[in-house]
């Protein structure tokens, strides 16, 4: 068995010190991002792999019949583990400077830092797996397919689906709730990237705090004015097509960078749960 807190120092110390959560030289969009931090210490949450939350992901109004269980990935599985990695500051104050298309810095952080997130989630596969423990990681697993049940149109909502959602699975591991821009609000904010694995290893599962799937969102509007191609709206949410039609005008422009973001920098929830709910939690 392995200790719940070695296992999450192990996380924290690939986040502090591992090459690639910084930009080297080759790789920098402009010579002063060279050595940019891309995340900072993470959020881990550990939920059990038989917990029946995952089931109510196979409804339609989650995720849909496709969703993978955990022990259809790893069928001796006991545990599910989610990362949420938080964008850096730096990273998120440079996409609020600019207007329209995202920061340079941004650009990084989805791509560099999605790097990142897999080279850290196939370390801790390597490390689990070491210790005698299988271990699946969905994202990077053959059978990850994000091909919908529902529409071969992308120009229809129901085609952005995939058979594992990260956000799902860090929601239903207690790292936070749903956002008016579908991201997921933590304590440590919106704006980051979101990773899993489903081991055999037994870590014990995090507390259930039953929450809202909206809990820490205001509703207040303000990712509705940030997106350039007014893909969200109050009372639809955001709607996937514009959305991904602008990160295909972004990629064509930064090829093979691309990004947006604009949602989840200058919000209430950038940075954490919104202060207003957060300090209503604290009195209640």
């Known amino acids: 068995m392995i200790d719940k807190g070695v296992f999450i120092d192990l996380v924290n110390d690939y986040v502090n010190r591992g090459a690639k959560n910084y930009v080297d030289k080759k790789t920098a969009l402009a010579p002063e991002l060279e ?136 929601f239903t591991a207690g790292l936070g709730t749903f956002g008016l821009s579908r991201g997921l609000i933590t304590p440590r904010g919106i704006a980051g990237r979101i990773g899993s694995l489903i081991t055999e290893a037994f870590f014990e599962a995090d507390p ?26 109050l009372k639809d949410g955001k709607k996937h097509p514009p959305c991904s039609d602008f990160l295909d005008a972004v990629k064509e422009k930064f090829n093979p960078w691309y990004g947006c973001g604009k949602c989840q920098v200058n919000v209430p929830c950038e940075n954490g749960i919104p202060p207003a709910l957060a300090a209503g939690k604290a009195q209640s």
């Open 35 to 170: 050595g940019l931090r891309i995340f900072d210490e993470p959020l881990i949450g550990f939920a059990a792999a038989d917990d029946e939350d995952f089931i109510k992901l196979k409804s339609e109004k989650a995720v849909g019949s496709h969703f993978l269980l955990p022990r259809d990935w790893n069928n001796s599985a006991k545990t599910v583990i989610s990362i949420f990695c938080p964008f850096t500051r730096r990273i998120k104050d440079s996409n609020k400077a600019v207007s329209g298309l995202p920061s340079f810095e941004w650009l990084h952080g989805r791509i560099e830092g999605q790097a990142f997130l897999a080279d850290l989630l196939r370390r801790l596969q390597a490390f689990l797996e070491g210790e005698g423990y299988k271990t699946a990681v969905p994202c990077l697993d053959p059978r990850f397919s994000q091909k919908s049940p529902y529409s071969d149109n992308s120009r229809e909502q129901g085609f952005y689906t995939s058979n594992w959602s990260e956000r799902h699975v860090a």
């Open 208 to 233: 259930k705090i039953p929450k809202k799937l909206y809990e820490n969102c205001l509703f207040c509007g303000r990712c509705v004015s940030n997106c350039p191609v007014e893909a969200i709206s």
